[in-house]
């Protein structure tokens, strides 16, 4: 793809100066609207423009993963468009508390104030940085003793549980390096498959189960655990991985687990996104730098993503990708970006994954 470089333009999101509006509107509708079932939005400001992008590539649903404090300046913006999912709150100092105690008190006002009927159970390996993983066992493993009583507080309300197990196998090769400390890969899903035995509610393993690398690896997964989904999140690394795999492995994959597999994005907005300054405290607010910049941001993945899924288009990523450059420091640099190979899904295996199979769930 080639591309002229518009002033003002996000290059992380943007390296080729798309016009994203532009681009929404040559993709045209999608299959059927588009129910979007991983994103964190956060921020009235932001939430509106992530709005306009979102309405723009046919999002109608986003399940988001809104801190509490937020929920209500954003249901404002976003009325029925949006469900919460219950998480722990990130920005309680006390974390001891905010995942135990504070998580199970937080869950029950997020589903009977604000109608969730999803709990995040975050277990990706980076917890082994924030808690100590011995002392903190009950926590830091899936099948922990906290984590059960947050899955029984879920359970005992009707709710299906999301989880983040895993990361990238780029990680594995590098941050996660030392497996003394972090596990290897497969150990991972030991508790996981515990979790899905002893709990038989609906689960979802976000960003393909933190294995988009590996499909063998997931149809096991979905074939001894019926009551387990996946959702397709992660922008960067679903673009990178799945692009790697013949088009054919994709398609019988999605076949073989229709209605198993459903639309996300992982978008993060935050109202620091359209602040054009350098003092950017949260997660991720150093992605974007103003108004264009952020609609960039959150448009880029949606453009990513439908690209992938519904066109045969072949040709670099717009997004920056630096885990290419973490991994071969030599090759690539941070704003690189790999080969986007897209899978020309079937229309009406494209509706199954772009809704259907969530509706089917019947969590909401």
């Known amino acids: 793809m080639k591309g002229?470089?518009?002033?003002?333009c996000n290059p992380d999101a943007n390296r080729f100066g798309l016009d994203y509006r532009a681009e929404a509107r040559r993709l045209g509708p999608p299959a059927v609207p588009i129910i979007d079932a991983h994103a964190h939005i956060q921020g009235d400001r932001a939430a509106e423009v992530w709005k306009e992008a979102a309405s723009l590539y046919g999002i109608c649903e986003v399940w988001s993963m809104t801190p509490l404090s937020q929920v209500a300046e954003v249901r404002q913006v976003l009325g029925d468009m949006v469900r919460f999912?219950?998480?722990h709150n990130w920005h309680n100092p006390d974390r001891a508390y905010a995942w135990r105690d504070g998580f199970l008190e937080d869950i029950s006002v997020f589903h009977r104030q604000h109608g969730a009927r999803i709990v995040k159970l975050w277990a990706a390996p980076r917890l082994r940085e924030l808690m100590d993983p011995v002392a903190d066992a009950d926590v830091v493993n899936l099948d922990g003793a906290w984590r059960r009583r947050v899955?029984?507080?879920?359970?005992?309300?009707?709710m299906a549980i999301m989880t983040h197990v895993a990361d990238p196998d780029t990680w594995f090769a590098t941050r996660y390096s030392d497996a003394s400390r972090f596990l290897t890969k497969s150990e991972h899903y030991l508790p996981l498959e515990r979790m899905l035995d002893d709990y038989p509610v609906t689960w979802i393993a976000a960003h393909m189960g933190g294995w988009p690398e590996n499909l063998p690896a997931l149809s096991g997964l979905l074939e001894r655990h019926p009551n387990l989904h996946l959702d397709a999140s992660a922008t960067k690394w679903m673009v990178r991985e799945i692009s790697r795999h013949p088009?054919?492995?994709v398609l019988d994959f999605m076949e073989r687990w229709r209605g198993r597999v459903f639309f996300g994005s992982d978008i993060v907005t935050t109202n620091d996104h359209l602040?054009?300054?350098?003092?950017?405290?949260s997660y991720a607010g150093h992605l974007a730098a103003g108004h264009e910049e952020a609609f960039e941001l959150y448009a880029s993945r949606y453009w990513a993503l439908r690209t992938l899924w519904e066109t045969a288009y072949v040709g670099e990523s717009p997004i920056a990708d630096p885990d290419l450059a973490m991994l071969d420091p030599a090759r690539f640099a941070p704003t690189d970006a790999p080969e986007l190979a897209g899978k020309a899904l079937p229309r009406d295996l494209l509706a199954t994954v772009y809704a259907g199979a969530a509706r089917a769930a019947s969590i909401w």
Do not use: F, T
């Open 247 to 249: 088009r054919q492995e």
């Open 85 to 87: 999912i219950a998480i």
């Open 275 to 281: 602040r054009a300054d350098d003092k950017l405290p």
């Open 151 to 158: 899955a029984d507080l879920a359970a005992s309300l009707g």
């Open 4 to 8: 002229n470089h518009r002033p003002g």
